[in-house]
């Protein structure tokens, strides 16, 4: 089966990669661009672990060919913040001590990050309902709701400043 | 996943010539939610994938005298859309259920009907909003009822040639334009959890109420059958009647007619048809609620 050009943007930046057709855009990410924050946990669509903006929504890339995201816009957790420059539910999930082993970690925050474009000040029931779709086997999602509250009030200040 | 093909058609014309040229080893992909799951355990092998996502005319929702929903309007498209939620709510109620927000933004109605599960969350809806499937192949256009497309478990009247273009319906009157008619419609399903689950029964109802009475009333089923089901004596029952607390009850009896369920992991068929009774009762009441509303 020849490869075929996926011509897309990654993180914001214009980006080609030489890909099979039948390999989905997790595996495309991860073993093609060198994106692995992005993991995946069942392959299924039930565990969220692969979440990643595709034309800023939230999608199970672990269920998207490769293909099916050419001329699109795809954003991982690599593309929420630095380093050095957390973006806000970065640093409330680390305040927090939100992760233990970490694994569901990169698709939770972009299923929040994902909520907070939507909902600026989102309620506890909207928290659920967004996260709904990520599985946490260490944690419970206790931690997790209070740093997404958290980090929707720092947004909000910081944009008030 | 098995080695395959990928074709990527930009119109409806060229995807159905490409599946008339690939015949039964082609499959479709839309969100991939149902597919990708069902080629990754080897239960589908197609030698050839035709990605409808570069056919903008299988998008959108269009609203006009009625709703036009393209094959690939995504469930998360119409739990958002102010039109969907105002007037064709079960629908919204329908497509706000599927699977979690990574899910929804993918999975397309076109994809829950053609892929024809029992148990599918979009179907009861549409049949009570007395959708219509229109259907592209080879030979032109075609409609069909969306209460005769579903022939058995994950199996309908399409062609392997054929695609599914759009679903469009009438718009349930709402006063003021309509008079004194107004409408209303809900789904609800059973799960032993709130999200991704699936469905152990799962009842649509629209009602259409005129000074006091019931002048229309469409009721579909998931999940007690082999494909989605209208439960006709219970829509007659309640036709040309006040729509009482006793009537509502009467006609939830009566829908349990309509259901044959099998008991398997999910729920014995003793259970279902209790849940049968219990959730037509339920969205038929919030169904007149919401055309009183
Ligand atoms: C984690 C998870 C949870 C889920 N939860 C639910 C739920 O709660 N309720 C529910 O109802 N479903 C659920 N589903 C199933 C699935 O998401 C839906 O059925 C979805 O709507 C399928 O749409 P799709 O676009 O992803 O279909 P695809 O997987 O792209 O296609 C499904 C089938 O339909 C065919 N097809 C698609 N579009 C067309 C077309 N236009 N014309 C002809 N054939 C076509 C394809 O060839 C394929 O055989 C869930 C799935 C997952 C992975
Ligand atoms: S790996 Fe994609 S949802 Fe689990
Ligand atoms: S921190 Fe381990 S799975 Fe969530």
Known sequence: MPKQILSFTVNGDKVDLLVPPYVTLLDALRDEAGLTGPKEGCGTGDCGACTVHLDGKPVASCLVLALQARGRSVRTIEGLGTATALHPLQDAFVRHGVPQCGFCIPG?????????????????????????????????????????????????????? | MRRFEMILPSSVDECVKALATHGAGAKTVAGGTDLLPQMKNGLVKPAVVVDLGGIAALKGVTNGAGL????????????????????????????ALVGSVQVRNLATVGGNLCNAAPSADMAPPLMALEAEAVIAGPKGERRVPLSAFFTGVRQTVLGADELLVALVMPAPPVPPEAGLYVSGGSYIRHTPRRELDIAVVGVASQVTVQNGRCVKARIALASVAPTPVHATAAERALEGQPLTPERIEQAAGLAVEAAKPISDQRGSADFRRHLVRVLTRRTLTAALARARA
């Open chain 1, 108 to 161: 939770v925050l972009m299923a929040a990050a994902a909520l907070l474009e939507e909902h600026a000040a989102p309620t506890e029931e909207q928290i659920r309902y967004g996260i709904a779709g990520n599985l946490c086997r260490c944690t419970g999602y206790t931690k997790m709701v209070a740093a997404i509250t958290e980090a929707a009030g720092m947004i909000k200040k910081g944009a008030a400043r």
């Open chain 2, 68 to 95: 036009r929903v393209g094959a690939c309007a995504t469930a998360r498209e119409l739990e958002l859309h102010p039109e969907v939620r105002k007037r064709y709510t079960a629908l919204a109620d329908g497509a």
